[in-house]
C-alpha cells in the first residue's frame, strides 16, 4: 500500500533536496502531498530558487518570436509565466493578433483545407478553420477536392463492416468513412438493419419504461438508444419528448445525485458538490500532471466524498475502465476517502444505502453488545430474508451460515464456503442502522473453530468497502483487481450472468452481452484480503 506520509516526514524527507525539481524527481509522492496539504512552501524555504531572472528586454525579444499569445504560452512557458507574474504581458505582446482565426478569409481557408481529403480530418485537424467556413457558406468551395471517404469500397465490404456495431452511433465513432459511403449510397438503413435500437418496437409504454430510470443528457440517451430519437423524430415528438422528460442538452446534477447531497445536509450542512485540482506524478513523464476531478459530494469535516455513477454514463462506453479505481486512488493521495454508488442501488436499495453511508459517517447510535447476544447456525431461508435486506449484493446460495441473535431475531450474518487451501469468506453484514461492536471478531473467530482452517479468504468491494477492520484483525492485503458488472442502462447485473459458453451455441461472452444489449460497469477495484493462522 502507499506509504502515509506525516507533516513531519514530509519536512524531513525535503531537507535531503537543494531544488523543488530534485524534490519532485526523487520522492514525488511526498511532494505531491506536501503540495496539496498546502505545506510545499514551508518544505521547501530551504532550497536555493533556479529559476530565471528575466529582464524585460529580454521578455520582449522572446515575445516578438511569436504571432499570438497561445503560441507564446506553448512555446516558451517559463518567459510567459514570468511576465505574466510581473505585469508585462500586456506590454511584451502588443504586437500579437488576438487569435489566428481573425485572419481566416477564402484564400487562407481554402489553401489550409487543401492538406486534408475528406470534411471530416479538415473539422478534426483544423476546427478554427473549417468553422469560418462552415459560417460563411464555404465548406463546399474549399472543400470541393475532397472525396466522398472509403467512396471506393463494395457494398458487400460496407456491410461486413457494419455487421461489427450493436449501433449507428457505434459504427459512425469507429468507422465514420464506411459510414457515410453507406449514407451516400442509401444503404445505411440496409446495413444497420442487424443493429439493436432499429429492432426495438417503439410504443409509448416502452419509451416511459426506458425513461422511468434513465438519467442523462440528450447526448447520452442518443448514443444508448439510437433508434428511440430518430423514431421520435419520423413521428415530430422530439421536441414534446424532450419537454416532458425534462431532457436537458448538456450534462448537469441528475435527480438521484440531488437526493444524495440533500440526504447528507440532513447531517452536514456544509457537505456540497466540489471541483478538486490534484497533483498527480506521470509516471511515463516523470512529471506531475495537475488533474482536475469533481466529487458530487463533499463533506469537508470528515474529508469524505460520495459519487453517485448513472449507469449510462459511468459505464464502459462513456468512461475507462480504471477511470473509478484512479479517482479512488487520487483522491486517497490527498487524504479523502471516496464512497461510490450506482444509480440502481440508490433507486432500489435507498434504506441499505442510507444505512451504509450513516455507517461511513459514524452516525449511527442504535447499539447491540456481543455479551447480549447469542451464536446461531442460520438457515438458507433466512439468511436470504435478511441479506436482501442488509447486503447489497444479497444471498449467496453456496455459503454455510452463522448469525448473531438478538433473542429470536438475527442481527449479524457471516457466509463462509470452502476454499482450496482455506475457507472464503463470502457475506458479512449487519442489521440496517445498528452498530455491534466486535461482531466480525466474534462470527470469525466461530468460523475458525468449526472448520479448522489456517487461512481464511475475503474480498472487499471498494466502491464503498474498507479494509481497515479487517487488517485489525490479522488479514493481510493479499492483491487488488478490476471487477465489474454488467448494465442494461436501468441495472446492474452480476458478471457471472453473462459468460462465455452459457448454453449448447458454446458463444463468447460478447456475443451474449450484444444479444442482452449488456455493456460493461467498472468497480473501484476489488481487494483481496487474507487471514493466516
Known sequence: MAKQWTNEEILNEALKYSTRGEFSKKSGSAYIIARNRGILDKACSHMRSILKQWTLEELKNEALKYETKIDFLNNSNAAYNYAHKHGFLTKICSHMVLSRKLDWNLETVHIEALKYSTKYSFQKGNISAYTYAYRNNLLDIVCSHMTVPQLDRTNEEIDAEAKKYQSRSEFQKNNNGAYQAAQARGLLDIVCSHMTSLNINWTEDKIKEIMKTFEGTRTDLKEAYPGLIGYLRSENKLKDFYKEFNLKAVSGTSKGEQEVLAFIQLYYSTATKKIFFIDKL?????????????????????????????LFVHSEKRKDKNYHVEKRELFESIGIKVIQIYEDEWRDKKDLVKSLLLSKLKLLSDRLYIKNLTLKKVGHSLANDFLLKNHM????????????????????????????????????????????????????????????????????????????????????????????????????FNRLQCRANMDNRNLKQKEYAKELNWVKIYDAGQAHLILTL
Request: aromatic letters at 12%.
Open 393 to 492: 449484493m444479497g444471498f449467496y446460495q453456496g455459503c454455510s451460515y452463522i448469525g448473531l441473535f438478538n433473542d429470536q431475531e438475527l442481527v449479524s450474518i457471516i457466509g463462509f464456503k470452502k476454499h482450496k487451501d482455506g475457507i472464503d469468506i463470502s457475506r458479512f453484514a449487519t442489521k440496517l442502522n445498528l452498530v455491534i461492536p466486535g461482531a466480525l471478531s466474534k462470527l470469525l473467530s466461530e468460523v475458525i473453530k468449526i472448520k479448522q482452517s489456517k487461512k481464511i479468504y475475503y474480498d472487499i468491494d471498494l466502491r464503498y468497502g474498507s479494509v481497515d477492520s479487517y487488517l485489525k484483525q490479522g488479514f493481510v492485503l493479499k492483491s487488488i483487481t478490476l471487477g465489474f458488472h454488467w448494465t442494461d442502462f436501468r441495472s446492474t
Open 282 to 310: 506521470n509516471k511515463e513523464t516523470n512529471k506531475i500532471d495537475r488533474i482536475r476531478r469533481e466529487l458530487d459530494v463533499y463533506i469537508p469535516e470528515l474529508s469524505i466524498g460520495i459519487e453517485y455513477h448513472g
